[in-house]
C-alpha cells in the first residue's frame, strides 16, 4: 500500500474532527471465528472381515462401513482384510496383519507394515506410497508389502518406480515380481504358465430377483437378461434376495446373493475346459456334471474334476475354504494338486493348502420319505442309509438346480434357508432314481403354553357336563341361572367322592359366573353348585348340584412338550415331560421312551446343553429341540 493513500487517509480524519477534539473512534474489527469447514472424505470402507480397527483424533474403534478421512489409520489383525474405494473407483485391499495411513488422497498413502492389493478400472492414476523403505509410485493393479528389512511387489498392470534411498529409481514392468532388500532389487521370475486359447463367453442364467451386469466398456452396472452371454471381463453382483449361475463346459457355478465378481471367460488350458473367474466376493457352489472334464479358476486356484461332484468355496479373512460336499475334485494351486473328497474341506492361503475342519450340523436328522424338523438350525446334517449314496438334493421339487450332486458318505451337511424344504433322491449304480424323500420345517407349536391357551363354558343345566383335555386342563368358565333381586352367589365345587368334605373350590362372586384358571383342576368327577344370596348375605333355597366331569383324551398328532422350554437353566433334576402322539416312537436324546397308556412322558435328562424330541409315526419322523442353559 503506498504512502500517498495513507497520508490522504490521515487528512480525511484530520478534517472531520472537531478543533482540538479526539479523531472519531475506528471501527473494531469483527472477531468472530469463522465455522470449521467439515474434511471431505479421502476415500470409503466397503468391506470389513474380520478384526478391523479404525484410528482417529487419538482414538481407536472398531472400524464400521463408511467414509475415511486424511490421517485416519486403518489397521487389520489376523485373517482379517478391508477394501477402500474412492470417487474415482480405485480401490485398495489391505490384507491381514496390516497398518495403513490414509493421506490427502487415495494415491497418496502411507504403509507402515503388512500389504494391500490395488486396482485402478478408470485409469485416473496413483500418486506416492510411503514406505520404512522408500517411496513407491504403482501402476495400475498389483501388489505391495513390507517384508523383513525390505519391499516386494507383484506389478500386474502398468509399471512401477521404486525410489530406494541409496539405490535411486528402479522401474518393474507389469508381469514381474521384485524384492528391495538393503538398497539391492532382486527379481524373482514366476512360473512361465502354459499357452492359452482366446477365452469364449460363459452364459449366465438369473434364477430370481434382479442379478446386474457390467459389460466391457460400460461404466455402470445394468440388469441382467435372464439368459445372457458374459463376454471377458465383464463384472457381476447378485444382490440380496437374487440368486443365478455361470454356465460352462460341464460345470456350473452357482452365485448366491452378495456375491460380485468379473467373468474372464472359458478357455482350454491344456487339454482342459477351464470358466476362469477374478475379484471374486461372497460363496460360490461349484458343480461338476461328470460328462466330460471342467474346471473353474480363481485366480491362482483351479478346481477341476470328471465326474460329478459340488464343491463350495467361501472366504475366511484372506484364505479361501473350499469343502466337497459330494464327489471328488482335483484342487490345484502354482502346479501343485490336492485331491479333496466329499466331506472334507482345505484352506488356501497363498500356495499353502491346509485341511480344514468340517462344519459341524446344529441338528443331525435321518432321512425318509417324510421329516419335518420344528427347530431353528443353521445347518442341518443329513444321514442316509448305506456308505456309499449317490444323491440330488435341492430346494425344489424337479431339481432344476440341485444344491448337491453326486456320491456322498453317510452323512452330508447342507445349510438350511428360512422354512424352504429340502428333497433328497438316491440313485442306484445304473442311474436309475430310488429312494426319495422330503424335509419340512414348520414352525414349533408344541409348547404346552402355545396349546392350553382355549377356554370351556360350563352352563348349570342340570345335565352332566363333560370337559376333554390334552395338554392340561384349559380355563373353565361356569355360568349360572340369574335370578330377580340377587346382587351375589356362593360356588361350591368339590370331587363327586368327596362331597361330605369341605369343597375344593368355596368363593362368593357378584355376576351369574365364575372363571377357574387353566389347570386348576384334575381328571375326575366333580359336583359343582351356584347358591343365590340375599340382601343380608344367606343362601335362598333352591340351589341344586351339577355333575361335571374332567377326562384326559390323547388325540395328538403332533408332541406336546410341557418341560424344558428354550433357555431353561438345566441342572441335575432337570426333566423332559409332556404327551407323545398315539402310536408312535419317542426318542428323547436318542433313548427310546415308553410314554404312559395316555401317551404321557417324564424322564430325567440331567444338566446337559440340549434336548433332542425324536417322534417316529408309521414313515414320518419329526425333530424338536430345546436348547438349554447350564
Known amino acids: 500500500m ?11 480524519s484530520l478534517a472531520g474532527c472537531p478543533e482540538g477534539g479526539p479523531p472519531p473512534e475506528a471501527p473494531k474489527p469483527d472477531l468472530t471465528p469463522l465455522a470449521a469447514v467439515p474434511a471431505a472424505p479421502v ?6 472381515e474380520g478384526a478391523v480397527d479404525l484410528e482417529r483424533d487419538g482414538g481407536v474403534t472398531r472400524a464400521g462401513a463408511g467414509p475415511v478421512f486424511e490421517g485416519d489409520v486403518v489397521t487389520t489383525g ?45 485409469g485416473a492414476g496413483w500418486g506416492r506410497v510411503r514406505t520404512p523403505f522408500g517411496d513407491v509410485v504403482p501402476g495400475q493393479a498389483g501388489r505391495l508389502r513390507v517384508i523383513d528389512g525390505g519391499l516386494s511387489a507383484e506389478v500386474t498392470l502398468g509399471e512401477f518406480t521404486f525410489f530406494e534411498p541409496d539405490a535411486g529409481a528402479q522401474s518393474v514392468a507389469a508381469g514381474q515380481k521384485v524384492e528391495v532388500l538393503g538398497g ?21 442364467v438369473v434364477e430370481r430377483g ?12 445394468s440388469p441382467a437378461q435372464p439368459q445372457e452371454a458374459l463376454a471377458a471381463g465383464t463384472a457381476f453382483q447378485v444382490p440380496a434376495g437374487s440368486s443365478a449361475h455361470l454356465e460352462g463346459p460341464h460345470v456350473r457355478v452357482s452365485l448366491g446373493a452378495g456375491t460380485s465378481g468379473v467373468s474372464e471367460g472359458s478357455r482350454t488350458a491344456g487339454a482342459q475346459p477351464v470358466v476362469a473367474l477374478t475379484k471374486v466376493i461372497g460363496p460360490l457352489t461349484l458343480q461338476f456334471d461328470g460328462k466330460g472334464a471342467g474346471g473353474v479358476e480363481l485366480d491362482e486356484v483351479t478346481v477341476a474334476g470328471g465326474n460329478e461332484a459340488t464343491v463350495v468355496v467361501t472366504r475366511q479373512g484372506k484364505k479361501r475354504r473350499l469343502e466337497a460336499r459330494s464327489g471328488e475334485v482335483a484342487l490345484t494351486v502354482k502346479g501343485k494338486a490336492t485331491t479333496v473328497k466329499a466331506g472334507e474341506a482345505v484352506l488356501v492361503e497363498g500356495d499353502v493348502v491346509t485341511p480344514a475342519p468340517a462344519v459341524k450340523p446344529g441338528l443331525v436328522v435321518t432321512a425318509g420319505s417324510r421329516v419335518r424338523v420344528h427347530a431353528e438350525v443353521k445347518d442341518l446334517g443329513i444321514v442316509f442309509p448305506d456308505e456309499v449314496n449317490r444323491l440330488q438334493l435341492a430346494r425344489d421339487p424337479e431339481f432344476a438346480t440341485p444344491l448337491i450332486a453326486g456320491p456322498v458318505g453317510k452323512q452330508v451337511v447342507v445349510p438350511v434357508q428360512g422354512r424352504t424344504p429340502l428333497y433328497y433322491r438316491l440313485f442306484d449304480g445304473q442311474g436309475q432314481a430310488g429312494r426319495q ?6 414352525a414349533d407349536l408344541s409348547s404346552a403354553r402355545d396349546t392350553a391357551t382355549r377356554s370351556d363354558t360350563v352352563a348349570e343345566t342340570g345335565k352332566k357336563a363333560t370337559v376333554v383335555y390334552q395338554s392340561k386342563v384349559p380355563a373353565l368358565t361356569f355360568v349360572f341361572t340369574p335370578q330377580p333381586d340377587v346382587k351375589a352367589w356362593r360356588f361350591r365345587l368339590s370331587r363327586a367322592a368327596e362331597i361330605d368334605k369341605a369343597p375344593l373350590v368355596d368363593r362368593r362372586v ?60 438345566a441342572t441335575a433334576e432337570t426333566k423332559a415331560s409332556g404327551v407323545a402322539p398315539r402310536q408312535s416312537q419317542l426318542f428323547i436324546n436318542g433313548k427310546l421312551v415308553r410314554p404312559d397308556d395316555a401317551g404321557r412322558f417324564s424322564v430325567k435328562v440331567g444338566a446337559v446343553d440340549t434336548v433332542l424330541f425324536r417322534v417316529v409315526t408309521g414313515e414320518t419322523e419329526a425333530y424338536w429341540l430345546r436348547r438349554l442353559k447350564r
Open 184 to 204: 539391492e532389487f532382486r527379481f524373482v521370475e514366476a512360473p512361465p504358465k502354459p499357452p492359452v486359447d482366446a477365452p469364449a463367453s460363459v452364459a449366465l
Open 43 to 48: 476415500a470409503t470402507l466397503i468391506t470389513i
Open 437 to 442: 424323500g422330503r424335509i419340512d420345517f414348520p
Open 210 to 221: 434382479r442379478p446386474q451386469l457390467k459389460r466391457p466398456g460400460e461404466k455402470r452396472y
Open 78 to 122: 489376523p485373517a482379517s482384510r478391508a477394501v477402500l474405494r474412492d470417487s474415482q473407483k480405485r480401490e485398495l485391499e489391505l490384507g491381514e496383519e496390516t497398518r495403513f495411513r490414509v493421506g490427502p488422497k487415495l494415491t497418496n498413502v502411507e504403509l507402515s507394515e503388512g500389504e494391500f492389493s490395488f486396482s485402478d478400472e478408470g
Open 510 to 569: 357378584q355376576e351369574p359366573r365364575l372363571v377357574l384358571e387353566s389347570g386348576a383342576l384334575e381328571e375326575g368327577e366333580y359336583l359343582w353348585s351356584a347358591s343365590a344370596l340375599d340382601a343380608n348375605g344367606v343362601e335362598k333355597a333352591g340351589a341344586r348340584y351339577n355333575k361335571l366331569a374332567v377326562q384326559y383324551d390323547n388325540a395328538r398328532t403332533s408332541l406336546l412338550i410341557d418341560h424344558p422350554a428354550n433357555g431353561e437353566r
Open 2 to 12: 503506498s504512502r500517498f493513500w495513507w497520508a490522504a487517509v490521515l487528512a480525511a
